[in-house]
Protein backbone atom coordinates (compact mmCIF):
# COMPACT_ATOMS: atom_id res chain seq x y z
CA UNK A 1 0.00 0.00 0.00
CA UNK A 2 1.30 3.50 -0.85
CA UNK A 3 0.74 6.48 1.40
CA UNK A 4 1.74 10.02 0.89
CA UNK A 5 2.73 12.83 3.52
CA UNK A 6 2.48 16.91 3.29
CA UNK A 7 3.53 19.23 5.63
CA UNK A 8 5.58 22.39 5.18
CA UNK A 9 8.08 21.94 8.09
CA UNK A 10 11.27 19.52 7.23
CA UNK A 11 11.24 18.37 10.84
CA UNK A 12 7.64 17.68 11.00
CA UNK A 13 8.96 14.90 8.20
CA UNK A 14 12.26 13.82 9.16
CA UNK A 15 9.97 12.87 12.29
CA UNK A 16 7.11 11.14 10.57
CA UNK A 17 9.43 8.84 8.56
CA UNK A 18 10.70 6.50 11.38
CA UNK A 19 6.68 6.03 12.29
CA UNK A 20 6.01 4.30 9.06
CA UNK A 21 9.24 2.15 8.88
CA UNK A 22 7.84 -0.89 9.72
CA UNK A 23 4.19 -0.30 8.69
CA UNK A 24 4.89 -1.88 4.85
CA UNK A 25 3.63 0.96 3.22
CA UNK A 26 5.28 2.35 0.58
CA UNK A 27 5.63 6.18 1.74
CA UNK A 28 6.34 9.66 -0.96
CA UNK A 29 6.84 13.13 1.16
CA UNK A 30 6.68 16.28 0.11
CA UNK A 31 6.86 19.03 1.68
CA UNK A 32 4.42 22.46 0.38
CA UNK A 33 3.74 21.36 -2.91
CA UNK A 34 0.35 20.12 -3.08
CA UNK A 35 0.41 20.25 -6.94
CA UNK A 36 2.80 17.37 -6.88
CA UNK A 37 0.66 15.66 -4.26
CA UNK A 38 -2.06 15.84 -6.70
CA UNK A 39 0.04 14.52 -9.68
CA UNK A 40 0.69 11.96 -7.56
CA UNK A 41 -2.75 10.95 -6.53
CA UNK A 42 -3.77 11.37 -10.03
CA UNK A 43 -0.71 9.03 -11.67
CA UNK A 44 -0.55 6.72 -8.68
CA UNK A 45 -2.78 4.27 -6.58
CA UNK A 46 -2.48 6.06 -3.38
CA UNK A 47 -4.32 4.38 -0.82
CA UNK A 48 -3.28 7.31 2.20
CA UNK A 49 -2.83 10.78 2.18
CA UNK A 50 -1.80 12.17 5.77
CA UNK A 51 -2.04 16.00 5.41
CA UNK A 52 -1.18 18.79 7.24
CA UNK A 53 -3.79 21.15 7.93
CA UNK A 54 -2.10 24.69 7.93
CA UNK A 55 -0.10 25.21 4.99
CA UNK A 56 1.17 27.85 3.21
CA UNK A 57 -0.19 27.56 -0.49
CA UNK A 58 -3.26 25.55 0.63
CA UNK A 59 -5.13 24.24 3.78
CA UNK A 60 -5.33 20.34 4.23
CA UNK A 61 -8.57 19.89 4.22
CA UNK A 62 -9.20 21.66 1.12
CA UNK A 63 -6.30 19.56 -0.01
CA UNK A 64 -7.89 16.61 0.74
CA UNK A 65 -11.77 16.97 -0.91
CA UNK A 66 -9.45 17.54 -4.38
CA UNK A 67 -7.28 14.48 -3.80
CA UNK A 68 -11.15 12.54 -3.09
CA UNK A 69 -12.20 14.24 -6.40
CA UNK A 70 -9.22 12.48 -8.16
CA UNK A 71 -9.96 9.20 -6.34
CA UNK A 72 -12.81 8.77 -3.93
CA UNK A 73 -11.21 5.65 -2.54
CA UNK A 74 -8.40 7.83 -0.97
CA UNK A 75 -8.04 7.82 2.88
CA UNK A 76 -7.32 10.95 4.48
CA UNK A 77 -5.23 11.21 7.93
CA UNK A 78 -5.66 14.80 9.26
CA UNK A 79 -2.90 16.51 11.33
CA UNK A 80 -2.80 19.56 12.96
CA UNK A 81 -1.19 21.79 16.21
CA UNK A 82 -4.53 23.82 16.75
CA UNK A 83 -7.47 22.72 17.84
CA UNK A 84 -9.75 21.55 14.75
CA UNK A 85 -13.56 21.86 13.91
CA UNK A 86 -13.97 17.79 14.05
CA UNK A 87 -17.00 17.96 12.87
CA UNK A 88 -16.61 20.38 10.13
CA UNK A 89 -13.48 18.22 8.95
CA UNK A 90 -15.77 14.96 8.99
CA UNK A 91 -18.83 16.80 7.21
CA UNK A 92 -16.55 17.88 4.70
CA UNK A 93 -14.21 14.44 4.17
CA UNK A 94 -16.94 12.20 4.66
CA UNK A 95 -16.39 8.25 5.41
CA UNK A 96 -12.44 9.26 3.20
CA UNK A 97 -11.36 10.67 6.57
CA UNK A 98 -9.58 8.01 9.09
CA UNK A 99 -8.66 10.49 11.69
CA UNK A 100 -7.97 13.97 13.07
CA UNK A 101 -3.87 13.50 15.00
CA UNK A 102 -2.89 16.38 17.20
CA UNK A 103 0.50 17.27 17.25
CA UNK A 104 3.07 16.13 18.99
CA UNK A 105 1.96 12.24 18.35
CA UNK A 106 3.97 9.39 19.30
CA UNK A 107 4.49 6.33 16.87
CA UNK A 108 1.83 4.25 18.56
CA UNK A 109 -0.89 6.72 18.21
CA UNK A 110 -0.01 7.13 14.81
CA UNK A 111 0.13 3.23 13.80
CA UNK A 112 -3.33 2.74 15.36
CA UNK A 113 -4.69 4.92 13.34
CA UNK A 114 -3.43 3.62 10.36
CA UNK A 115 -4.03 -0.05 11.27
CA UNK A 116 -7.65 0.65 10.99
CA UNK A 117 -7.03 1.65 7.06
CA UNK A 118 -8.87 -1.68 5.24
CA UNK A 119 -5.80 -3.80 3.81
CA UNK A 120 -5.53 -4.20 0.18
CA UNK A 121 -7.48 -7.76 -0.74
CA UNK A 122 -4.80 -10.43 -1.58
CA UNK A 123 -5.36 -10.38 -5.45
CA UNK A 124 -3.65 -13.58 -7.31
CA UNK A 125 -4.59 -13.55 -11.52
CA UNK A 126 -3.69 -16.98 -13.07
CA UNK A 127 -3.18 -17.13 -17.13
CA UNK A 128 -1.24 -20.84 -17.28
CA UNK A 129 -3.57 -23.42 -17.93
CA UNK A 130 -6.79 -21.23 -17.86
CA UNK A 131 -7.00 -18.04 -16.74
CA UNK A 132 -8.66 -17.50 -13.56
CA UNK A 133 -8.65 -14.35 -10.58
CA UNK A 134 -8.79 -15.41 -7.12
CA UNK A 135 -9.51 -12.43 -4.39
CA UNK A 136 -7.98 -13.97 -0.86
CA UNK A 137 -7.72 -17.28 -2.31
CA UNK A 138 -11.20 -17.81 -3.39
CA UNK A 139 -11.88 -17.43 -7.23
CA UNK A 140 -13.94 -14.51 -8.40
CA UNK A 141 -17.14 -15.13 -10.51
CA UNK A 142 -17.82 -13.24 -13.76
CA UNK A 143 -21.21 -12.46 -14.95
CA UNK A 144 -20.40 -12.53 -17.93
CA UNK A 145 -17.36 -14.27 -20.22
CA UNK A 146 -16.55 -11.49 -22.21
CA UNK A 147 -15.72 -9.37 -19.56
CA UNK A 148 -13.49 -12.06 -17.89
CA UNK A 149 -11.62 -12.24 -21.49
CA UNK A 150 -11.35 -8.17 -21.01
CA UNK A 151 -9.63 -8.79 -17.91
CA UNK A 152 -7.40 -11.39 -19.37
CA UNK A 153 -6.05 -9.11 -22.24
CA UNK A 154 -5.39 -6.26 -19.85
CA UNK A 155 -3.37 -8.60 -18.00
CA UNK A 156 -1.23 -9.93 -21.24
CA UNK A 157 -0.60 -5.96 -21.41
CA UNK A 158 1.33 -6.22 -18.22
CA UNK A 159 0.43 -2.77 -17.38
CA UNK A 160 0.00 -0.82 -20.67
CA UNK A 161 -2.81 0.24 -21.67
CA UNK A 162 -5.62 -1.51 -24.34
CA UNK A 163 -7.06 0.89 -26.35
CA UNK A 164 -10.62 0.17 -27.47
CA UNK A 165 -10.44 -0.81 -30.43
CA UNK A 166 -7.63 -3.27 -29.93
CA UNK A 167 -9.60 -5.21 -27.17
CA UNK A 168 -13.21 -4.39 -30.16
CA UNK A 169 -10.11 -6.70 -32.78
CA UNK A 170 -9.20 -9.30 -30.11
CA UNK A 171 -12.70 -9.51 -28.56
CA UNK A 172 -15.14 -9.39 -31.42
CA UNK A 173 -13.15 -9.78 -34.76
CA UNK A 174 -16.15 -10.89 -36.55
CA UNK A 175 -18.64 -7.78 -35.29
CA UNK A 176 -18.94 -4.33 -37.31
CA UNK A 177 -17.15 -1.40 -35.75
CA UNK A 178 -19.82 0.12 -33.81
CA UNK A 179 -21.15 -2.82 -32.41
CA UNK A 180 -17.77 -4.36 -31.45
CA UNK A 181 -17.51 -0.94 -29.35
CA UNK A 182 -21.14 -1.10 -27.71
CA UNK A 183 -19.86 -4.83 -26.97
CA UNK A 184 -16.80 -3.50 -25.54
CA UNK A 185 -18.73 -1.12 -23.39
CA UNK A 186 -21.16 -3.78 -21.60
CA UNK A 187 -18.37 -5.65 -20.60
CA UNK A 188 -16.28 -2.97 -19.20
CA UNK A 189 -19.52 -2.25 -17.37
CA UNK A 190 -19.68 -5.78 -16.48
CA UNK A 191 -15.83 -6.05 -15.35
CA UNK A 192 -16.55 -2.85 -13.47
CA UNK A 193 -18.98 -4.53 -11.58
CA UNK A 194 -17.41 -7.63 -10.39
CA UNK A 195 -14.50 -5.86 -9.74
CA UNK A 196 -16.51 -3.29 -7.04
CA UNK A 197 -18.18 -6.68 -5.65
CA UNK A 198 -15.16 -7.72 -5.04
CA UNK A 199 -13.34 -4.98 -3.65
CA UNK A 200 -10.85 -4.73 -5.79
CA UNK A 201 -12.55 -2.12 -8.53
CA UNK A 202 -9.16 -0.17 -8.49
CA UNK A 203 -7.25 -3.20 -10.01
CA UNK A 204 -8.15 -1.67 -13.51
CA UNK A 205 -8.13 1.76 -14.60
CA UNK A 206 -10.80 2.64 -16.65
CA UNK A 207 -10.61 5.79 -18.86
CA UNK A 208 -12.19 7.05 -21.86
CA UNK A 209 -11.40 4.64 -24.85
CA UNK A 210 -8.84 2.75 -23.37
CA UNK A 211 -7.99 0.57 -20.07
CA UNK A 212 -5.15 -0.49 -18.34
CA UNK A 213 -4.25 -2.80 -15.24
CA UNK A 214 -2.66 -1.92 -11.90
CA UNK A 215 0.51 -4.77 -12.02
CA UNK A 216 1.16 -3.48 -8.35
CA UNK A 217 -2.19 -4.51 -7.00
CA UNK A 218 -1.54 -8.43 -8.10
CA UNK A 219 0.31 -11.45 -8.05
CA UNK A 220 0.13 -13.16 -11.72
CA UNK A 221 2.31 -16.06 -12.73
CA UNK A 222 2.84 -14.23 -16.42
CA UNK A 223 4.29 -11.06 -14.76
CA UNK A 224 6.04 -13.24 -12.67
CA UNK A 225 8.24 -15.06 -14.81
CA UNK A 226 8.58 -11.71 -17.70
CA UNK A 227 9.99 -10.07 -14.52
CA UNK A 228 12.32 -12.88 -12.42
CA UNK A 229 12.75 -15.91 -15.19
CA UNK A 230 12.45 -19.29 -15.19
CA UNK A 231 10.51 -22.20 -16.93
CA UNK A 232 7.80 -21.82 -18.88
CA UNK A 233 6.15 -25.52 -19.02
CA UNK A 234 2.35 -25.06 -19.55
CA UNK A 235 -0.18 -23.02 -21.55
CA UNK A 236 -0.97 -19.79 -21.52
CA UNK A 237 -4.46 -18.83 -21.68
CA UNK A 238 -5.04 -21.45 -23.54
CA UNK A 239 -8.92 -20.49 -23.79
CA UNK A 240 -7.94 -17.81 -25.90
CA UNK A 241 -6.74 -17.94 -29.35
CA UNK A 242 -5.52 -14.05 -29.23
CA UNK A 243 -2.93 -15.07 -26.70
CA UNK A 244 -0.91 -17.57 -29.17
CA UNK A 245 1.60 -14.81 -29.79
CA UNK A 246 2.58 -14.46 -26.19
CA UNK A 247 2.69 -18.28 -25.43
CA UNK A 248 5.42 -18.54 -28.29
CA UNK A 249 7.28 -15.65 -26.93
CA UNK A 250 7.35 -17.19 -23.54
CA UNK A 251 8.39 -20.62 -25.01
CA UNK A 252 11.29 -19.48 -27.21
CA UNK A 253 12.98 -17.44 -23.91
CA UNK A 254 11.67 -19.26 -21.11
CA UNK A 255 10.81 -23.04 -22.39
CA UNK A 256 12.74 -25.74 -21.42
CA UNK A 257 15.52 -26.30 -24.05
Keep these: MKL ?15 MILDTGFVCSMFKDDP ?4 DCV ?11 VRMPKIDGITLAEQMIAIDNNIKIIIISGYSQNEEEIKNRLGDNLVDILYKPYDAAAFNKVLSSVTPSPKVFI ?19 AKAKELLALLTDANGSYVQMETAVDYLWQNKDAEHG ?29 RAI ?15 N ?18 EAMLSIKYGEQ
Design 4 to 18: IVLDDEVAALNNFLP
Design 35 to 38: QAAL
Design 42 to 52: ANETVDVAVLD
Design 126 to 144: KTFNGFDLFVNGKAVRFSS
Design 181 to 209: KNLYRDAVCRLRLTLQQNGIERLVRFERG
Design 213 to 227: IDVERAECDYWNILK
Design 229 to 246: GGVFVARYLPQYEWAIDT
